[in-house]
C-alpha cells in the first residue's frame, strides 16, 4: 500500500475549471486583437497537379485586402509540420514546402490571403488564378506500390521512402516459430481515425518590431517555435509560441496547421492574422490518426503456452507527406515488445505515399493498431491451445526488470496481475466466459491487455523544466509548459509542488504556455505530462523546500537536520516552540531590510531515463444480433495501473473519454475517402460520428495504486492509456459470442455480419 | 466548397397564415422556416439556388398544436415541434408508431428545436417521422391548394430532398385518419450511432379482423429514393392469420421489392441494407403479431 497524503490523492478542482466552465477561457478561435485580419488558404482542386502559374494580383487589388502570399513571397525551405522532427539533427522526413510548386492532395496550400473580414477573403481568393497541370493521383497503398503508379515525391520513385525496415528484432523468430505449437495471425487493417477535437484548426500570427508572435493550439510549443524559425528562416530567438488553451487535443496538436501560413501573412501585412479552419476545411486538411493501413503479424505459442515468436509488418499510408506515418508504425512495434515475454520478435515497418491528408498523430498513438491486432491474435493462439485468456496473461506477461519499449528500457514496476483479477471479477469472467449461446442474441466476455510508456524516453528527447517563484504572502509561481490540451495536467502539477511543500493547492499559481516565459519543454505527447514534467517539478519543490529549510535554519540559529516542515510551518524537532512560517520567510526574504534578500526562484531540468510503463486489462460483455451484425456492448470495464493517482477525478475522467475514443475506433469511426479525388467524404459531425454520451455503454474506470519507484510519488501515465483496449477486448468478445475473428477495423454491423454469415457458410 | 456561412437574405416574420402566404407569393425566391435546423444548414452549405427571403413561421399564434385522438384522428400545427409530439400522451397512447419512431431520434436538440411539419416537408428518404406518418396514413393539408383532398404523405416525395411542394405551398398542418378497429403497428431503424440518420428505417401497421390481416401497410425508408410501401409484401399479408410462414414470406417478398433499391453510401451499404430490410420486416411484423396475440 501506498501512504496516505495531503493534496497528492486528493480530487482538486482543475485551474482552469472556472474560467472554461465560465466561458472566459480564451482560445486560438476566441482571441481577437486590435486590427486583427481574417486569413485564408487558397487550396487545390486537385489530387495533384504541377503548380504552373499563380497570378495573384487581382486578388491585392480588391479594397480590403491586406495581403496576398503564395510560394513566390516565401523561402522555398523544405521542412515538416511533424515540429517533433526538429528535436534531432536529421529527424524524421521533411517533405513538405510551403506553397510549393506540386500540389499532392485534394486541399494542399496554393496560397493565402489576409483581409478585413471574411466575406472579403473569400472574395480574394476567388480572384487568385492558378494554372495546374493535373497530375494521375493514387489514394490507396496498394495502388501507390503499383508498376506504374504516378510518382508523388520525387525522392521516392516507389512512393515507399521507408520500405521493410526492420524495428526491433531480437531472437530467432524463424526457429522460434518451427517451436511453436500454435501459429495464428494474418493480414489486418485499420481506420484512420480523426482526432475531433471541438476546436476545429485555429492559429494567430503577428509580427511587430522584428519579432513573431504565434499563437497555437500545438500541444509542443517550444517544438513548434523551432519548426517555424526553421520553416521562415528566422533566428529561434524571434519567434514566441503562445498556447491558449486549446480546444483540440487528443494528438491533434503534434503537428501544426495554418502557422507558418499565418505568419507568412501577418509578415506582409504587418498586422496580426488568424486562420481558422471551417470544420469541412478541418476534416480534410488536419492530419489524421497516424495511419498503419495494413499490419501483418503472426503469433507462435509452444504447446504449454509459452509465447515463442511475434512477427510483424506494418505498413503505412502517409497520405500526401510523411509527417507521423513511419514514427507511428515504429511506435506501434515498440510497444508490442513490452506485455508479453516472446523469445524473439521480428519486426518491420513501411510507409507509402499516396495523394490524400497525411498522417500526424492521435492520442495512442501507434499502439491502437498494435493493441487490436496483438491482443486479438494472442486470443486466437491461446484459443487454439484450449487455454483461459486471463491465465494466460497472467503467467506470460514480463515483469519488473524485463524488457521495455525500447531495447535499452527496464520495466519498473508492473500490476497487471492485480489488474486482472479485479477485472474478472467485476466482469463476472467465470460465469460467463466460453459459455455456449443460441438464439439471436448472443452474449461473450473479451478481455485484452497492454503496457504503454511515460513518456518515449530513452528513445526520444524528454526534456523537461520547471520553476517556481515565490512571492511575499508564501506562495508560489509554477512555470512549466505542457500543452494545454485539456487533459488536467497543470492541476496535478501544481498537486505535487503542494505536497512537497505542504502549502494548500490553491497557493500554486500555474503558468504555461509561452515559450517566452517557461523554461524548455518537448511538451506534451507519449502520456508524458505528470511523469516528465512532474518529475521536474517534484525536483523544483524539493529544492525550494531546501531553500526555505537553509534560511529557516539560520533565521533560528539551527542546523538544517533539526527542522521538520509541516503544514506550512519550520519547526526545531527538539523544541516544537521553535518554529518560523513559510509566509515569514518568504516575506523576509523580499521585503527584508538586513541585506539579505534573495528571492527563493527553484528550477529544475530532468531527462527521465525510465519510461515507466503503465499496465491495463480491459474488459467487454457484448451482445451480437446475428442476424443485423450489431455488436451492443453491455459492460466495459478498464482497471488501470497508475502507479498512483496525483488527482484520480482527472485519472477515472482520461480513462473515460478515452473510454469512448476507443469504442469509436472499435465500432463505427471511419473517415471515409473518396476514391476517385481522395476527398475526405465525411467532413463534418454529421457524415463522421463520434460516440455521443446516450451510446455509451454502462462502463467503469478501477484504479490500482501500488506505485513506480521512478514516477513523482509513484505516479504513471493515464493521457493515452484508457483507449486501447476496446477494439481488442470487444473483438475478443465477439469471437467468445459468435465464435467470429474479425481482422479490419472499425467492426462494423456489415463486416459483423458478413462474418457471421460466412462462418455459416463454411468459408 | 471549404466554408460555410450563411448567405445574405431578408427575414419576412408574418403574424398570421395569410400574410405568411402572401409574402411568400409576392417575392422572389422564398423559403418557409419552422425550426430553421434543415432550412439554415443547407442554405450553409450553399446549394445552387438559395432563397433571398425566409418567411418564419414562429411569429404566428396558435400553430403549435396536436390535437385529437385516436377514433376521430389527429392533427399536428407546424410549429408542433418533434419534442412535443415524443411528450404528448395523445401520441403515445393513441399513435404508438409515431411516438416510438420520433423517440429513435436521439438528439434533444434537434427535437426540441426540429418541428414535425419541418422534418416531413425535407423529403429525406431516411425520416424517422415520415416513414411512421406513411404507415399512419398521414395527410397533409396545404393552404389554399387542393382545398378538396389534402395530399397523402406517401405521394409528399418525388425523389431524395425532393417534394411535390412549391415553395409558395404552406402545409397547414398533417392530419392522421381515426382508426375505429385493431390495429396494431411498429417501427424500427438502423444507425451507426443513436443520433445518427437511421441507414434504415420500416414501419408496419397492421389492421386486424377476427384474427386474419384485413389490411396492412409496411413502410420501407433509406433503400430507395423515395420512402415507400412494400406492396406485394403488404399484399401476401391480407386474408391470412400472422403466422410464422406468412410472416416470413411478407419480409422476403420486401427485401425483394421492385422499389427495394439501396446504394452504397458512408453509412452502410447497400447489400446490407438489402438483407436488413427483409430482418427488420420481419421483426416488426412479429412485434406487431404478438401485440395483436396479446390483445
Ligand atoms: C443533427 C441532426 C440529427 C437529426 N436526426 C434525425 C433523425 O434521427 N431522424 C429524422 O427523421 N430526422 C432527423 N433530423 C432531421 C430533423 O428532424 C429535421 O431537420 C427537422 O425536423 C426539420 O424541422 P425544422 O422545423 O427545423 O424545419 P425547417 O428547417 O424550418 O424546414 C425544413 C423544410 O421544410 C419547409 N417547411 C417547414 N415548415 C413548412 C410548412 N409549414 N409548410 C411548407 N414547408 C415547410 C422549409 O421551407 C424547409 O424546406 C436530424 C437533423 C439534424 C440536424
Redesign the pocket.
Known amino acids: 500500500m501506498l501512504e496516505t497524503l495531503n493534496v497528492v490523492g486528493a480530487r482538486m478542482p482543475l485551474p482552469e475549471a472556472y474560467e472554461k466552465a465560465t466561458g472566459r477561457a480564451t482560445y486560438c478561435s476566441t482571441m481577437r486583437l486590435p486590427g486583427m485580419l481574417v486569413g485564408k488558404v487558397l487550396r487545390s482542386p486537385h489530387p495533384h497537379a504541377r503548380v504552373a502559374k499563380v497570378d495573384y494580383s487581382k486578388a491585392e487589388s480588391l479594397p480590403g485586402v491586406a495581403a496576398v502570399v503564395s510560394g513566390q513571397d516565401v523561402k522555398s525551405k523544405v521542412y515538416t509540420k511533424n515540429v517533433m522532427t526538429y528535436q534531432l539533427p536529421g529527424g524524421e522526413i521533411q517533405d513538405m514546402t510551403l506553397f510549393g510548386d506540386r500540389v499532392r492532395y485534394k486541399g494542399d496550400e496554393v496560397a493565402a490571403v489576409a483581409a478585413v473580414d471574411e466575406p472579403t477573403a473569400r472574395r480574394a481568393l476567388s480572384l487568385i488564378e492558378v494554372e495546374y497541370e493535373v497530375l494521375p493521383a493514387v489514394f490507396t497503398v496498394d495502388d501507390a506500390i503499383a508498376e506504374d503508379a504516378p510518382v508523388i515525391h520525387d525522392f521516392a520513385p516507389d512512393n515507399t521512402p521507408v520500405s521493410a525496415v526492420p524495428t526491433f528484432c531480437y531472437g530467432d523468430a524463424a526457429k522460434a516459430f518451427e517451436e511453436s505449437a500454435v501459429v495464428a495471425g494474418g493480414w489486418y487493417t485499420t481506420s484512420k481515425q480523426i482526432q475531433a477535437g471541438m476546436e476545429s484548426a485555429a492559429c494567430v500570427a503577428d509580427y511587430q518590431h522584428g519579432k513573431l508572435t504565434v499563437w497555437s493550439q500545438s500541444q509542443l510549443p517550444h517544438m513548434a517555435k523551432r519548426m517555424l524559425a526553421h520553416v521562415l528562416d528566422l533566428p529561434e530567438a524571434d519567434v514566441r509560441v503562445i498556447q491558449p488553451y486549446a480546444g483540440a487535443g487528443f494528438g491533434a496538436g503534434c503537428d501544426l496547421n495554418a502557422e507558418p501560413i499565418a505568419a507568412v501573412l501577418a509578415m506582409k501585412a504587418g498586422a496580426p492574422v488568424q486562420v481558422w479552419y471551417s470544420r469541412d476545411e478541418d476534416f480534410n486538411n488536419r492530419l489524421t490518426r497516424e495511419h498503419v493501413a495494413k499490419v501483418h503479424m503472426r503469433v507462435g505459442l509452444a504447446a504449454d503456452g509459452t509465447p515463442k515468436a511475434l512477427e510483424a509488418h506494418y505498413w503505412g499510408d502517409a497520405g500526401s507527406y510523411m509527417c507521423k506515418t513511419a514514427s507511428g508504425c515504429g511506435v506501434a512495434l515498440a510497444s508490442n515488445i513490452t506485455p508479453y515475454e516472446w523469445e524473439a520478435m521480428d519486426q518491420k515497418l513501411s510507409a507509402t505515399y499516396t495523394n490524400h491528408v497525411g498522417g500526424g498523430a492521435m492520442r495512442g498513438f501507434g499502439g491502437m493498431q498494435s493493441s487490436f491486432v496483438r491482443e486479438t491474435i494472442v486470443d486466437e493462439a491461446i484459443a487454439q491451445l484450449g487455454m483461459d485468456p486471463i491465465e494466460w496473461r497472467m503467467k506470460h506477461h514480463r515483469n519488473v526488470g524485463g524488457l521495455g519499449w525500447f531495447p535499452s528500457a527496464r520495466i519498473t514496476s508492473c500490476a497487471l496481475e492485480e489488474c486482472l483479477t479485479i477485472g474478472a471479477e467485476r466482469i463476472g469472467w467465470k460465469e460467463k466466459w466460453n459459455k455456449p449461446q443460441s438464439g439471436t442474441k448472443r452474449r461473450g466476455v473479451g478481455v485484452a491487455c497492454m503496457a504503454w510508456l511515460s513518456g518515449a524516453q530513452p528513445m526520444l528527447l524528454e526534456h523537461s523544466n520547471a520553476t517556481l517563484k515565490f512571492n511575499a504572502d508564501g506562495s508560489a509561481t509554477l512555470l512549466v509548459s505542457p500543452g494545454r490540451v485539456g487533459q488536467g495536467v497543470e492541476g496535478a502539477l501544481a498537486q505535487i509542488a503542494a505536497e512537497v511543500l505542504t502549502i494548500p493547492y490553491e497557493r500554486i499559481n500555474v503558468i504555461a504556455g509561452d515559450t517566452d516565459i517557461t523554461g524548455f519543454d518537448i511538451g506534451t505527447h507519449a502520456s508524458r505530462g505528470v511523469y516528465c514534467i512532474g518529475k521536474a517539478v517534484l525536483a523544483a519543490a524539493t529544492e525550494a523546500k531546501e531553500q526555505f529549510l537553509q534560511r529557516a535554519a539560520e533565521k533560528l540559529g539551527l542546523s538544517n537536520d533539526t527542522l521538520v516542515l509541516e503544514d506550512g510551518v519550520i519547526s526545531s524537532t527538539a523544541d516544537q516552540n521553535c518554529f518560523v512560517t513559510l509566509e515569514e520567510i518568504a516575506l523576509g526574504l523580499i521585503y527584508g531590510f538586513e541585506h539579505d534578500c534573495n528571492q527563493i526562484v527553484a528550477h529544475a531540468t530532468v531527462e527521465p531515463e525510465d519510461f515507466a510503463p503503465p499496465w491495463q486489462a480491459g474488459f467487454a460483455e457484448v451482445e451480437v444480433d446475428i442476424e443485423t451484425g450489431v455488436v451492443e456492448v453491455v459492460k466495459w470495464i478498464t482497471v488501470h495501473d497508475i502507479g498512483r493517482a496525483i488527482n484520480p477525478s482527472t485519472v477515472e475522467g482520461q480513462l473515460e473519454g478515452a473510454t469512448c475514443q476507443g469504442m469509436g475506433f472499435a465500432l463505427f469511426e471511419d473517415p471515409v475517402i473518396s476514391l476517385s479525388d481522395g476527398y475526405m467524404l465525411t467532413d463534418g459531425?454529421?457524415k463522421y460520428k463520434i460516440m455521443s454520451s446516450v451510446d455509451l455503454p454502462d462502463h467503469e474506470a478501477i484504479l490500482v495504486e501500488m506505485g513506480d519507484p521512478s514516477g513523482p510519488f509513484g505516479a504513471k501515465s493515464v493521457g493515452e492509456a484508457g483507449l486501447f483496449l476496446q477494439a481488442p477486448a470487444i473483438a475478443n468478445a465477439i469471437y467468445d459470442a459468435v465464435g467470429i475473428r474479425l481482422r479490419d477495423l472499425p467492426m462494423t454491423p456489415e463486416r459483423v455480419l458478413a462474418a457471421i454469415q460466412a462462418k455459416e457458410a463454411g468459408v | 466548397m471549404l466554408y460555410r456561412t450563411l448567405p445574405e437574405f431578408d427575414l419576412v416574420e408574418p403574424t398570421t397564415l395569410q400574410d405568411a402566404a402572401a409574402a411568400l407569393a409576392s417575392r422572389g425566391r422564398t423559403?418557409?422556416?419552422?425550426?430553421?435546423?434543415?432550412?439554415?444548414?443547407?442554405m450553409k452549405r450553399g446549394g445552387a439556388d438559395p432563397?433571398d427571403t425566409v418567411v418564419?413561421?414562429r411569429h404566428i399564434p396558435g400553430?403549435r398544436y396536436i390535437e385529437g385522438d385516436r377514433v376521430g384522428g389527429l392533427k399536428i400545427g407546424?410549429?408542433a415541434?418533434?419534442r412535443d409530439v415524443e411528450l404528448s400522451s395523445t401520441v403515445r397512447d393513441g399513435f404508438p408508431i409515431l411516438h416510438q419512431?420520433?423517440s429513435?431520434?436521439?438528439?434533444v436538440?434537434?427535437?426540441t428545436?426540429?418541428?414535425?411539419?419541418?422534418?416531413?416537408?425535407?423529403?429525406?428518404p431516411?425520416?424517422?417521422?415520415?416513414?411512421a406518418l406513411i404507415a399512419l396514413d398521414a395527410r397533409?393539408r396545404?393552404?389554399g391548394r387542393n382545398s378538396g383532398s389534402p395530399l397523402p404523405a406517401i405521394s409528399l416525395c418525388k425523389g431524395p430532398k425532393l417534394t411535390h411542394?412549391e415553395?409558395t405551398?404552406?402545409?397547414?398542418h398533417i392530419e392522421i385518419p381515426g382508426v375505429q378497429g385493431p390495429s396494431y403497428g411498429a417501427y424500427i431503424?438502423l444507425?451507426r450511432t443513436l443520433?445518427?440518420?437511421?441507414k434504415l428505417?420500416v414501419a408496419v401497421n397492421l389492421f386486424m379482423e377476427d384474427g386474419v390481416c384485413a389490411d396492412a401497410r409496411i413502410v420501407v425508408g433509406a433503400v430507395a429514393p423515395i420512402i415507400f410501401r412494400a406492396s406485394a409484401a403488404e399484399d401476401s399479408l391480407r386474408g391470412r392469420g400472422l403466422d410464422h410462414e406468412t410472416i416470413d414470406r411478407a419480409a422476403v417478398a420486401a427485401r425483394d421489392d421492385p422499389t427495394t433499391t439501396p446504394i452504397d453510401d458512408i453509412r452502410s451499404t447497400a447489400s446490407y441494407r438489402r438483407g436488413m430490410v427483409g430482418v427488420l420486416v420481419r421483426r416488426a411484423l412479429e412485434a406487431a403479431a404478438t401485440k395483436a396475440a396479446a390483445a
Do not use: W
Open positions: 459531425f454529421d | 423559403a418557409i422556416m419552422a425550426g430553421g435546423i434543415s432550412l439554415l444548414d443547407d432563397p418564419t413561421l400553430l407546424p410549429l415541434t418533434i419512431a420520433v429513435k431520434i436521439r438528439s436538440q434537434v427535437k428545436m426540429g418541428t414535425i411539419i419541418g422534418n416531413v416537408c425535407v423529403g429525406t431516411a425520416s424517422d417521422v415520415l416513414t397533409l396545404l393552404i411542394l415553395p405551398d404552406i402545409v397547414e431503424n444507425t443520433p445518427d440518420i437511421a428505417t
